[in-house]
């Protein structure tokens, strides 16, 4: 049975820090692309971070970089998210999400391997964990 539970979601102060971590089984992790990816209350889905299987290239929304860092610990089956200078339209549900590359999505034309935020197609998801930005 494929699991991605996340947890570490809480209540911060804006400027505060936050780890999130996503324990995957069921699935070969190591052969794919994590995301992480959060929805604010009566909003869509925005994606916010992935990194590639191996972990040598990360990617980032414009609207956390330079403030979040992904990282993945493939004998833990484990990826993170660090949340630093929290603000608050950072307070979402975020959830986990795994793509494979060996399927690549394929819009107009053009192949698109990683969770890079070109590509929407996930093959998991997990339930999700709240995290709310307010003093």
């Known amino acids: 049975e494929v699991q991605l539970v996340e947890s570490g979601g809480d209540l911060a102060q804006p400027g505060g820090s936050l780890r999130l971590s996503c324990a995957a089984s069921?699935?070969?992790?190591?052969?794919?692309?994590m995301c992480w990816v959060r929805q604010a209350p009566g909003k869509g889905l925005e994606w916010v971070s992935g990194?590639?299987?191996?972990?040598?290239?990360?990617y980032y929304a414009d609207s956390v970089k330079g403030r979040f860092t992904i990282s993945q610990d493939n004998a833990k089956n484990t990826l993170y998210l660090e949340m630093n200078s929290l603000k608050p339209e950072d307070t979402a549900m975020y959830y986990c999400a795994a793509s494979s590359p060996i399927s690549p999505a394929y819009y107009s034309g053009v192949y698109y391997y990683w969770c890079d935020g070109r590509r929407d197609d996930y093959n998991y998801w997990g339930q999700g964990t709240q995290v709310t930005v307010s003093s």
């Open positions: 990194i590639n299987w191996s972990g040598g290239s990360t």
């Open positions: 069921g699935f070969p992790f190591k052969v794919y692309s």
